[in-house]
């Protein structure tokens, strides 16, 4: 029998098998029948047939790690972004095709039952989504690399617009189950907070004792992550927190009921919530706390592991690679310092000289306000035992420096860890780490000659750049399946695995039959998200417009205001001029701000002023809508992006770190307008400059004007005539005739300033350019063979995006795991 006939029995037994287990699923677990069952029924009884494979995978995978006893990778996130588990786990199994057929044959709609799943929302953004990613890469390598984080009852809020407000809605994801878990209360850790530290002489060694602590119980909660094609199955680990006591029965005896359960409350407040702030962190106790639970329960755990492995504890680095993503769990290095030396007997060399081969550090931000510090105050009596570590790595740290820079007092002070009252979690991270990356050549390029300078020159070789990635398999391969399928008729199916195979589209590049199906492809996708538009919010939005997308967490660095601004400058030329020449437009957001960002939920009420205004006015009807999709998220970015014909990456210059969400429009074919910041240099050197729109001020023209302080936004109101009527309809009644005043706030921000400089992330002086930009975009698309061809060319040069890359780039550079030999 040849090749062909068997891949094609295979797959029809394979639809005979699962055709029978979904309808014995449902009798099993609902008691109920295809005719019976609810969507949600549906979903959970076909996700379990897909887990008992998963489960399957993942009992050899860990029977492989266990006799094989090689080197593992931790990496350490409060944020997880994940998104649906479904669609991308049966991809990854090769599955997708043959449940498809199940479902055609069982008439049920496969994306209802899609839809069923809730968004493992454990993140605010970028940063969240970029460990996800990882996740996915490194099953998809064959490295054994494992996230640890935390399991939060409530993810990321849901947000509801009211009146053109955001309103914040929480997000009870568990409440419905979660198939994708599997909790190990057997497995639990015990975290200590507060109390006093005792030193007694034991055997005649110094032993700590931790007295009148408070212990909260970490319980495990194990996620497959299964790789594309590949054997391996890592895992995800998420952390719970329980009380020790589940109820104190003294006080319940005594009638106090409400006290008896008090502490129970307590310490399950940690893991109840995401902090909402994306770039911002709280200072608070609670997040504080939520750092140390689930970074002590993952350093345990990871070292109870290692020593169950029969390991010398001298070999603990070797065995045994901790990425930090971002500062957020920097205190895993003094907590590793805590165990090797409470618990395992070690001296302070021993400990620190295996504890700084351990760790990894990944810089997230340069933005001044992201910076994590902590009060030394809240620090010292929430983790004391921790606090005498930090202080000592700081003693002798600065100790060291000062031999290195004899009499430097400023340089010393500049570095040190715990300076003014205050913990420094970069700096902590910084010294406790073997290496330090930034995640785009630019915003490494920032930290060593900016804000990490005086360590840079310490020690050059611990840097490094490490340019962000993201899955293309969920990206372009799932969330936009027939230009996936396309892709594959031309260069064959390599490249799900080995992405810089996309480069061999470029010889197609100008073939005018691809690209007539990859127009078509566009315009099915544009249909389909017209549909769901019109659908949710009664807005009929034309598919032959050109959908021009900015969707990201709301942040003034971003710029969404300045999106708006040019939306307001185009709908003011066409009433100067009905006939003014421009392709229609449909313009989209989606944006979620920080719950306490009051400028950034301004921003999200002026474009919706702005859209209730556009798209209700008959003069410019078919030329422009404006639509702000709700609640923004992975699963919605799935239906936005390969609907994306533009999309808008405008940040400040130096500001956005990487961006990822502009990699993800890329491999779908959308054309970038955008500034000379974060990846978007390096996707300007892969595609070159003509195809894309390239506008603003670079990275050093910024730092210079806020070096010398002469930036003057009033001049340029002043003298732009355009700009200063679109600035002026913020506060004449034009936005919104009953509420005048309802942006003078932004207004007054732009070209005054509040507390600090006027306008700091250059709107008004980017806004001509970007407004230039955006004509040269237009006139562009109007020649179809022209635009497809750019089209082609950023779809063929994305590659390099993807976190496949970025991988194995971590891996040669920093963790130098072993590729994992199956079959
Ligand atoms: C990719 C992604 C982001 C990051 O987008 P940027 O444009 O890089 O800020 C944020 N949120 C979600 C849901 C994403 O999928």
């Given at each position: 029998m040849d090749e062909k006939k068997s891949k094609e029995l295979a797959f029809e037994e394979m639809v005979d098998t699962m055709r029978e287990e979904v309808e014995l699923k449902l009798q099993r677990m609902f008691g109920r029948t295809l005719k019976t069952a609810t969507d949600a029924q549906l979903y959970k009884a076909m996700a379990t047939l897909l887990r008992d494979r998963v489960m399957e995978k993942w009992a050899y995978s860990k029977e492989m790690e266990y006799e094989t006893n090689g080197r593992q990778m931790y990496y350490l996130s409060?944020?997880?972004?994940?998104?649906?588990?479904?669609?991308?786990?049966?991809?990854?199994?090769?599955?997708?095709?043959?449940?498809?057929?199940?479902?055609?044959?069982?008439?049920?709609?496969?994306?209802?039952?899609?839809?069923?799943?809730?968004?493992?929302?454990?993140?605010?953004?970028?940063?969240g989504r970029l460990a996800a990613c990882f996740l996915d890469s490194l099953a998809t390598l064959g490295l054994e690399g494992h996230g640890n984080g935390i399991r939060y009852e409530y993810g990321l809020f849901k947000q509801k617009i009211v009146d053109?407000?955001?309103?914040?809605?929480?997000?009870?994801?568990?409440?419905?189950?979660?198939?994708?878990e599997i909790a190990k209360p057997e497995e639990p850790e015990i975290i200590s907070f507060g109390g006093t530290i005792e030193r007694r002489i034991e055997k005649g060694k110094e032993v700590v004792k931790y007295c009148d602590a408070q212990c909260v119980k970490a319980i495990p909660y194990d996620v497959p992550v299964v790789g594309y094609d590949s054997e391996v199955v890592n895992t995800l680990r998420l952390w719970s927190a329980r009380a020790i006591k589940p109820m104190d029965m003294g006080l319940f005896g005594q009638g106090r009921y409400v006290d008896s359960v008090a502490e129970k409350e307590l310490a399950e407040t940690i893991t109840k919530v995401l902090y909402p702030e994306d770039n911002h962190p709280e200072g608070k106790s609670l997040r504080l706390k939520q750092q140390y639970f689930f970074v002590s329960a993952s350093i345990q755990s990871i070292y109870r592991k290692f020593k169950k492995a029969g390991n010398n504890i001298f070999d603990f680095h070797k065995k045994v690679a901790i990425h930090i993503n971002d500062t957020h769990p920097a205190l895993g290095i003094p907590e590793l310092m805590r165990i090797l030396m409470d618990k395992e007997g070690l001296d302070w060399e021993d400990s620190w000289r295996i504890t700084c081969q351990t760790f990894a550090y990944t810089n997230h931000t340069i933005l001044?306000?992201?910076?994590?510090?902590?009060?030394?105050?809240?620090?010292?009596?929430?983790?004391?035992?921790i606090y005498e570590i930090v202080h000592e790595i700081n003693e002798i740290f600065c100790r060291d420096l000062w031999k290195k820079y004899p009499g430097e007092w400023e340089k010393i002070g500049s570095m040190a860890i715990i300076s003014y009252g205050t913990v420094h979690m970069s700096k902590l991270a910084i010294a406790g780490s073997y290496s330090v990356n930034g995640v785009a050549k630019l915003h490494t390029d920032i930290l060593k000659e900016d804000v990490f300078r005086d360590f840079y020159q310490a020690c050059p070789s611990k840097f490094r750049a490490i340019t962000n990635g993201v899955t293309h398999r969920r990206f372009l391969a799932k969330a936009n399946a027939e230009l996936a399928d396309l892709i594959t008729g031309y260069i064959g199916e390599d490249w799900m695995k080995a992405p810089q195979d996309l480069e061999r589209l470029k010889t197609y590049a100008k073939d005018s039959s691809f690209q007539k199906n990859v127009a078509e492809i566009r315009l099915k996708n544009k249909e389909s998200l017209a549909e769901h538009i019109e659908n949710q919010y009664g807005i009929q939005v034309n598919p032959e417009s050109i959908f021009d997308v900015q969707v990201k967490r709301l942040h003034e660095y971003k710029r969404q205001l300045m999106n708006?601004?040019?939306?307001?400058?185009?709908?003011?030329?066409?009433?100067?001029?009905?006939?003014?020449p421009m392709h229609p437009r449909t313009f989209i957001f989606g944006a979620k701000a920080a719950p306490g960002y009051h400028n950034a939920k301004m921003i999200i009420k002026l474009i919706h002023s702005l859209a209730k205004k556009i798209n209700n006015d008959p003069r410019v009807k078919d030329k422009i809508k404006i639509v702000f999709m709700e609640n923004y998220r992975v699963s919605l970015a799935e239906k936005i992006?390969?609907?994306?014909?533009?999309?808008?990456?405008?940040?400040?210059?130096?500001?956005?770190?990487?961006?990822?969400?502009?990699m993800k429009f890329m491999f779908n074919g959308a054309l970038t307008i955008g500034t000379l910041d974060g990846a978007n240099v390096e996707m300007k050197e892969a595609v070159g400059n003509d195809n894309m729109y390239i506008f603003g001020l670079t990275s050093e023209e910024v730092s210079q004007y806020y070096r010398e302080g002469h930036y003057r936004p009033y001049e340029i109101y002043e003298t732009n005539p355009e700009l200063r009527l679109v600035l002026d309809q913020f506060v004449n009644g034009f936005?919104?005739?009953?509420?005048?005043?309802?942006?003078?706030?932004?207004?007054?921000?732009?070209?005054?300033?509040?507390?600090?400089?006027?306008?700091?992330?250059?709107?008004?002086k980017d806004f001509e350019p970007y407004c230039q930009a955006h004509t040269r975009l237009g006139l562009e698309y109007k020649k179809p063979d022209i635009w497809w061809e750019k089209a082609i060319l950023n779809i063929a040069a994305a590659g390099i995006f993807s976190s496949d890359r970025t991988i194995r780039d971590y891996n040669q550079q920093v963790w130098k795991l072993p590729f994992v030999k199956t079959k």
């Open positions: 409060m944020e997880f972004l994940m998104g649906r588990l479904f669609g991308n786990n049966l991809m990854n199994l090769g599955l997708d095709q043959q449940v498809a057929q199940v479902c055609k044959e069982l008439k049920i709609d496969l994306d209802k039952v899609r839809d069923s799943e809730p968004d493992a929302g454990l993140g605010n953004g970028g940063l053109g407000y955001q309103v914040e809605v929480p997000d009870p994801w568990l409440e419905d189950g979660n198939i994708w001044e306000e992201a910076l994590e510090k902590w009060p030394q105050e809240l620090f010292k009596s929430l983790l004391p035992r708006a601004m040019h939306i307001m400058f185009l709908y003011n030329k066409i009433l100067d001029n009905p006939n003014f992006i390969p609907a994306s014909d533009v999309s808008e990456q405008i940040s400040t210059a130096g500001k956005e770190a990487s961006g990822t969400g502009n936005l919104d005739s009953e509420h005048p005043d309802t942006f003078r706030g932004l207004y007054e921000g732009l070209l005054y300033g509040h507390y600090g400089m006027a306008d700091p992330y250059f709107v008004l």
